[in-house]
């Protein structure tokens, strides 16, 4: 019995590591995607202010807050011990998810036609580059959640709501920088 515990202890911090080299690439390949547009807006202060006109700031607001309550579902869910509870949990945190890609989707209708402008082609190819990969980490992990639901167990909802965890925090910076700042 002790040989056992032993395995599944070792694979477990095993699994820790890999999850924490996750977290910290995903945050990493964010960092330089961030750092680039900081530097760009202050390079190209004008076009980037002009550019930042045409984005919608209050579907991006409702955004923020549709991510908030999903990673408090998703929290839920890692919290949980009943199987019934993580499971709809995670389907909910899922489901808020693919609102905020719907909710994203709608505002790049608005923006597509300020981005073939040239005076804004550097502010708009960073914004969809940034928001676009952060966009496919939400939907990605939004259908793993999902797929999680059907059998949530305990170490398999802590990667995934840790991951999703962080692609919210990621949110929280990506918002005021291109937004508001």
């Not at 930042?52 to 923020?64: E, M, Q, V, W």
Request: hydrophobic share 60%; with cysteine; glycine share 6%.
């Amino acid at each position: 019995m002790a040989v056992v515990e032993s395995a599944t202890r070792e694979r477990e911090e095993g699994g820790d590591i890999i999850l924490w080299i996750l977290v910290w690439s995903e945050l990493a390949a964010f960092g330089v995607l961030l750092c680039g547009f900081m530097v760009m807006s202050y390079l190209h202060a004008e076009s980037f202010s002009l550019a930042k006109l045409h984005l919608d700031g209050r579907l991006a607001s409702i955004n923020t807050l549709v991510l908030i309550a999903s990673g408090w579902l998703a929290a839920e869910a890692a919290r949980a011990s009943a199987e019934r509870v993580r499971s709809i949990a995670l389907v909910a945190s899922a489901t808020l998810g693919l609102v905020f890609a719907v909710i994203k989707l709608v505002e790049y209708q608005g923006e597509l036609p300020f981005a073939g402008d040239a005076t804004f082609s550097s502010f708009f190819e960073l914004y969809f580059l940034i928001t676009g990969f952060h966009l496919a980490h939400v939907i990605f992990l939004s259908l793993l959640m999902l797929l999680i639901a059907r059998r949530p167990g305990p170490s398999n909802v802590t990667l995934v709501t840790t991951v999703w965890h962080v692609i919210d925090i990621v949110w929280l910076v990506i918002f005021p920088i291109i937004y508001l700042g």
